[in-house]
C-alpha cells in the first residue's frame, strides 16, 4: 500500500476537475478521488476554443497528453502569427468582413468529448473515478480530522483537502460561501450574495451540424475550415470546424445590454436571476426563428442545423476568496465568466495546473497548516487574474453585440481594441505566475521554519 502525504476529493470531472487530477497525476504520492455526478465521465455536444497560453499549459501534462489532443484537431500547434477568427458584420442583406484576428499560436479548437477523452485516459494510478455521485454537502471539522462529503445517494467519503470543480451552479462554493458567512458575520452579506450564480443577461444556442450536409448545400461555406464569427447589434453567431472536420460548431448569441452591462455589478438587485430553465433541447425552427436577421451565409447553416440546446449563460460575482480552510474553488465554480474571450475553460486549466503545482511542491507536506498556505497563495495569484479576463470578455460582449461606445463603422479599432484586450491569451505564459506562486510558498515555509 503506497503512502500518500495528502488525500484530495475533486468534487465535478469537467475540464477543471479532470486537468486538476491530470496535473495531479505527476505527484503520485497525492491520493486522488474524483466525484462526478454523471452516470459517466463526458461533456455537451459542442466545441471549446483553448488559446495558446491554455494549452501550453495542456502540453504541460505530458507528451501523451499532448499528441492526444493533435491526434483529434484539424488544428496545427504553431507558435507563428496565425489568422485565428474572421469578424464579419452580419445583420444586414450581404454583410462584409470587418477584420481577421490574428493571434501568436493558434487557436485549438476541440469537440468537447474528445478534449474530456484524452485527459481521462491519462489519469495516472494514484487516481480513483466515482460517478453518479453528486455531492450533497460536506463538513469540515477541526484541522485535525478529516473533512467528509456526503453525497445524494446517501453514502459518504472523507479527505485532506476538497477541492470544488462542479461548475458555475456549484454547490461547494455555495457551501463554502455559508461557512464563511457564518464565521465572518460582519461580511455574511457579502459571502451569501456569492453563493449562487447570476444571469448574465446571454442566452446561448449550441449545435453541431454534420459538415457533409453543410458541404452538399455550400462546398465553399468558411465554416467548413475557417473560424467565423458574424457580429449584429444584440447578438452573435460563431462557427467552426471541429473532430477533424466531421462537424461544424454553432453557437449564437442573444443578449440584454442593459443586464450585460451590470453583469459585474456590485448591486445584487440589478441582476435578477434567469427566470426560465437553465438547458434545454430546441429544434432547428427555433433557431431559425432567433437569428432572422443574419446574412444567408449564416441562414445556410440554420437550414442544414438540426436543433441543439438552448443556455441560459450564468456568471459568478467576484468572490472574496477562493478557498476556506481546507477547500478550494478552481474554474466555474470559482470565477464562471461571460463566454466572449473563448476563456473560461482555459482559466479553469490554469488554476488547476497552478494549483497542482504548489501542492506536489516539496514544502506542501499534508500538514493542515501547509495545505492552507497553498490555498493562500493559489488565491492570491489566480483570483485577480482571472477576474480580469471575466472582466476582458464581457467588454468583447459589448463590441461584438454593438454596444460598445464604438462599432462597425470603425472596424480599425474594434480590431485594435480586440487585439489588445486579449492578448494575454497568446502573448504570455503561466510560468510567470507559477514560479511567483512557488517562490511565496517557499518563502513563506522558510518564515514558518
Ligand atoms: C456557449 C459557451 C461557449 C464556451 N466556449 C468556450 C471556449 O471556446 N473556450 C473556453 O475556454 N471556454 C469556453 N466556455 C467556458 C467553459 O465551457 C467553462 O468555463 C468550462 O467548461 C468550465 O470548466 P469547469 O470544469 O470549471 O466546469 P464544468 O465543465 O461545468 O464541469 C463541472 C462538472 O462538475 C459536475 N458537477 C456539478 N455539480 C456536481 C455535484 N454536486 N457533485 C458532483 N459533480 C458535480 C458536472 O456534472 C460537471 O461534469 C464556453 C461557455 C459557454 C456557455
Redesign the pocket.
Known amino acids: 500500500m503506497p503512502s500518500h502525504k495528502l488525500r484530495v476529493a475533486i ?7 479532470m486537468v486538476f487530477a491530470v496535473a495531479l497525476s505527476q505527484h503520485p504520492d497525492i491520493a486522488v478521488d474524483i ?4 452516470q459517466e465521465f463526458t ?1 455537451v455536444g ?5 488559446w495558446p497560453r ?1 494549452f501550453r499549459v495542456l502540453q504541460k501534462l505530458g507528451r501523451g497528453v499532448e499528441q492526444g489532443l493533435l491526434r483529434v484537431t484539424l488544428n496545427e500547434w504553431s507558435e507563428k502569427y496565425e489568422p485565428s477568427i474572421i469578424f464579419r458584420r452580419g445583420d444586414l442583406s450581404m454583410g462584409h468582413d470587418l477584420f481577421q484576428l490574428v493571434s501568436k499560436g493558434n487557436l485549438m479548437r476541440f469537440h468537447r468529448a474528445d478534449f474530456h477523452a484524452v485527459l481521462l485516459a491519462h489519469l495516472g494510478p494514484s487516481i480513483t473515478t466515482h460517478t453518479s ?3 450533497a454537502s460536506y463538513s469540515q471539522p477541526s484541522a485535525s480530522q478529516p473533512i467528509t462529503l456526503s453525497f445524494a445517494d446517501g453514502t459518504t467519503a472523507t479527505c485532506d483537502l476538497l477541492i470544488g ?7 461547494v462554493r455555495a457551501a463554502m460561501m455559508r461557512d464563511l458567512a457564518t464565521v465572518q458575520p460582519p461580511r455574511a452579506e457579502e459571502f451569501l450574495s456569492c453563493a449562487d450564480p447570476v444571469w448574465s443577461g446571454i442566452v ?1 444556442y ?1 449545435m453541431l451540424i454534420p459538415a457533409e450536409k453543410l458541404r452538399a448545400l455550400d462546398p465553399n461555406h468558411r465554416s467548413l475550415t475557417e473560424t467565423v464569427q458574424w457580429c449584429a447589434k444584440d447578438g452573435f453567431v460563431l462557427s467552426y470546424p471541429i473532430s477533424l472536420g466531421k462537424y461544424v460548431n454553432f ?1 449564437g448569441f442573444t443578449a440584454d445590454p442593459a443586464l450585460m452591462a451590470s453583469a459585474y455589478s456590485d448591486d445584487p438587485s440589478t441582476r435578477p436571476k434567469f427566470q426560465g430553465e437553465w438547458v434545454r433541447q430546441v429544434s432547428a425552427a427555433d433557431f431559425k426563428r432567433v437569428f432572422p436577421q443574419f446574412e444567408p451565409e449564416v441562414q445556410t447553416l440554420l437550414d442544414v442545423g438540426e436543433g441543439g440546446t438552448i ?1 441560459s ?1 450564468h456568471v459568478t460575482r467576484h468572490l472574496p476568496t477562493m478557498c476556506c480552510g481546507r477547500v478550494a474553488l ?4 470559482a470565477h ?1 465568466m461571460m ?1 466572449f474571450q ?7 486549466i490554469e488554476d488547476a495546473y497552478l494549483l497542482a503545482s504548489l501542492l506536489g511542491h516539496r514544502t506542501t507536506d499534508g500538514s493542515p497548516q501547509a495545505i492552507q498556505k497553498a490555498l493562500a497563495v493559489y488565491d492570491h495569484v489566480r483570483r485577480p487574474y482571472s477576474a480580469d479576463v471575466a472582466r476582458r470578455s464581457q467588454y468583447n460582449g459589448r463590441l461584438y453585440t454593438f454596444n460598445a461606445d464604438f462599432g462597425p463603422e470603425d472596424p480599425r479599432k474594434m480590431q485594435d481594441v480586440m487585439t489588445r484586450g486579449w492578448e494575454w491569451a497568446w502573448e504570455t505564459e503561466l510560468d510567470g505566475d507559477i514560479r511567483r506562486a512557488i517562490d511565496m510558498l517557499e518563502s513563506g515555509a522558510r518564515a514558518t521554519a
Open positions: 468534487v465535478g470531472g469537467g475540464v477543471g476537475g466525484y462526478e455526478r454523471a461533456q459542442a466545441g471549446v476554443g483553448i491554455a455521485k453528486r455531492l470543480a462542479d461548475g458555475v451552479r456549484s454547490s446561448s449550441r453557437v443556455w449563460v478552481i474554474g466555474d465554480a464562471a463566454p473563448g476563456s473560461g475553460a482555459g482559466q479553469a
